[in-house]
């Protein structure tokens, strides 16, 4: 996915807090300059996460570009780069071409996106809410208005609503017990997942707790919601519309209020969650992963309870990822389950759409269900495992991971991935592969360009202090030095140590091509397309549908997965009627990386497409000649 975000023409990309080969993300020259740089040809700048930085130089020589945001610690008053930076280019350390080189990639993002004509003043604050306050957040200064509170929506309502139940998978539907009528004598709804937080949808900072209906994960990234409608609330008005018999029950645990409502239900809908986020934060002992993929909040036994009661129980699940689902499954009295993802603010209505047939159910999970967690064949590292030394992570698995790992271990799924269920039923059929001619690969030959040095500079120190009549804004980073002689500056013990930098660091020549460069995304033959791909799906039931259609190939060799998805495409088609898939076979998509070229290669072993519904279901197949 990075080589098709740098071919697409990325701007941004950000690099991480982990250690990678015990080198730090944002100081990593073999990711960075190597990797993203030189080997995908990468244009764009690299930012660092939240002080994910730490080093000065060694994080600018490695090809990070911007530190963001700027100091040390947060409001430490200190910083990596700021005046320290200009220390290292005035003394050499840094060259002058490598700051160039930053500031070209910042600014070609920003020409590349339409900022030079096309600008929006700041009209609001991410520190508060509030109208009026402090421009400088921190140092509490130059009050004024901060927050506009523009309504920037639109009609994006409509398309949540939309994306909330295009992306719903149904996994079991007995008898068709989906859809609902709207007209069912009694309609029951279980669970905390159904209602509403009491603290309001933003009562939770970042959405760092699990109270009321699950629409969104916690962490930084997080945004308010203007509003969010429960699964209560929206099911309540369906059945409402059509003078209904309707009651829920949002408590998990009122055992005995669950039972007698469970009893008197024609139909009872039971929501369940379980939740993550960034590891800043706690959520009820889940630092950021969760700790088990059982439901939060005692709902297992929520619909253990009202399953034993109700003959009709209906399971909806709004969860980060895979759960343990075995109990559930082969269940009888559990007619129908349904895996509705982290929707957004129009979850209820969303749901609601997929349980009363206005939208057909036609998206497909993007992982495996395990009987175990076993099953999985890797595991989290919950606690330091090196002493006081980095966390050590050997990723021993390789490329086996979820359906691969499952497919290697013979294991069979509870569902598998890409399994997804629709109120119609489709039939794959004719699959045709054209093989087109292409040039052999080549491997990428040459150098590049010396680094450029663009202006002049000066390396008179006098010109670098701070300005006359400048007022600085207390714990802001600046690029002013506060004395001329650099080592003052700099106010660092070692400063003038030698040896620290890697041979070639600062080597701005002309450099060799690697074989698998050459052009933005890797060497440009690795997307030539070698095969085209076609069959015909028709809906053979009586609703109109959505079908993802799904290609995967077996690259055939001893250590290589059984299969690996490399396409797939959501057809609608109305009953009876076909539609034609169709998909490219690149020659990346055939291609093992070799580690003594340093290049990729397509191995001589047998090769063969298929095309299906889910991993587990490929009625399709035929051998790449």
């Known amino acids: 996915p990075f080589a098709d975000a740098v071919r697409a023409g990325v701007g941004a990309i950000m690099c991480s807090y982990n250690q990678i080969n015990n080198s730090y993300g944002c100081e990593n020259s073999q990711m960075l300059n190597k990797l993203l740089k030189r080997e995908l040809d990468y244009q764009g700048f690299v930012l660092s996460d939240w002080q994910a930085q730490h080093s000065g130089v060694g994080s600018a020589l490695a090809g990070m570009d911007m530190s963001m945001p700027g100091d040390v610690l947060f409001n430490s008053d200190t910083s990596y780069w ?4 200009t220390v290292a280019i005035l003394n050499g350390t840094i060259p002058q071409w490598r700051l160039d080189d930053m500031v070209t990639r910042i600014l070609a993002a920003w020409y590349y996106v339409g900022r030079d004509s096309s600008q929006v003043p700041i009209n609001f604050d991410s520190w508060t809410r ?9 140092a509490e200064q130059n009050y004024g208005l901060i927050n506009e509170h523009v309504d920037v929506r639109a009609e994006h309502s409509a398309l949540i609503r939309q994306i909330g139940s295009a992306s719903t998978v149904l996994l079991k539907n007995n008898n068709s017990a989906l859809p ?5 004598k009694f309609t029951a709804v279980f669970g905390n997942d159904a209602g509403s937080n009491p603290l309001g949808p933003n009562g939770c900072p970042d959405r760092g707790c699990d109270n009321g209906t699950l629409a969104m994960g916690w962490g930084s990234g997080t945004a308010d919601f203007p509003y969010l409608i429960t699964p209560d609330t929206a099911i309540q008005n369906e059945v409402i519309r059509n003078d209904g018999v309707y009651q829920s029950i949002t408590d998990n645990f009122a055992g005995e209020q669950i039972a007698d409502l469970a009893s008197q239900a024609s139909v009872a809908v039971v929501f369940v969650n379980a939740d993550a986020g960034e590891g800043f934060i706690n959520v009820d002992g889940n630092k950021g992963d969760r700790n088990n993929l059982t439901f939060w909040q005692g709902g297992d036994v929520l619909v253990q309870n009202v399953s034993a009661i109700c003959n009709n129980t209906i399971l909806v699940m709004h969860t980060v990822g895979p759960v343990l689902l075995s109990n559930y499954t082969e269940n009888p009295n559990i007619t129908a389950i349904l895996w509705a993802g982290l929707p957004g603010q129009q979850s209820g209505n969303s749901i609601a759409d997929i349980l009363y047939g206005r939208v057909n159910p036609g998206a497909k999970i993007p992982f495996t269900f395990g009987a175990t967690r076993e099953d999985y064949g890797t595991d989290l590292l919950y606690s330091p495992n090196n002493g006081s030394g980095a966390p050590q992570v050997s990723f021993t698995e390789g490329n086996f991971i979820d359906y691969r790992a499952f ?15 629709s109120y119609t039923t489709f039939n794959y059929s004719d699959l045709r592969v054209s093989k087109l001619n292409v040039s052999t690969y080549t491997p990428t030959t040459g150098l590049t360009p010396a680094a450029p040095t663009l202006g002049n500079s000066s390396n008179d120190t006098s010109q670098y202090q701070f300005p006359s ?26 400063y003038g140590v030698e040896g620290f930098v890697p041979a070639g660091a600062q080597d701005g020549s002309p450099q060799p091509l690697l074989p698998a460069g050459g052009a933005p995304g890797g060497n440009a033959q690795l997307y030539d397309v070698i095969y085209q791909v076609r069959a015909t799906i028709t809906n053979t039931g009586s609703l ?16 290589d997965p059984q299969i690996v998805l490399r396409n797939f495409e959501r057809l609608s ?16 998509d055939l291609s093992n990386w070799d580690t003594n070229a340093q290049n990729w ?25």
Do not use: C, H
């Not at 700021?82 to 930076?85: K, M, P, Q, Y």
């Not at 007022?471 to 660092?492: C, F, G």
């Not at 088609?573 to 990346?588: H, K, L, V, W, Y």
């Open 130 to 138: 509030d109208t009026f306050g402090y421009q400088n957040f921190v």
């Open 544 to 559: 109109p549908g959505d079908e993802v259609v799904q290609l995967y190939v077996s690259l055939g060799g001893e250590y």
């Open 601 to 625: 290669m397509m191995s001589s072993s047998p090769k063969t497409v298929y095309v299906g519904s889910s991993s587990r279901t490929l009625p399709l197949s035929a051998p790449l000649s």
């Open 469 to 494: 009549n400048f007022t600085a804004v207390p714990l802001y980073i600046y690029p002013y030095l506060n004395a001329s002689d650099l080592e003052t500056a700099a106010n660092d013990t070692n």
């Open 573 to 588: 088609i109305q009953p009876g009627s076909t539609a034609t898939f169709t998909a490219d076979i690149t020659r990346r």
């Open 180 to 184: 609902l009528t709207g007209r069912e």
């Open 82 to 85: 700021g005046a320290n930076l």
């Open 407 to 421: 497919d290697r271990a013979g294991l069979t799924p509870v569902y598998e991935f890409g399994f997804g269920l």
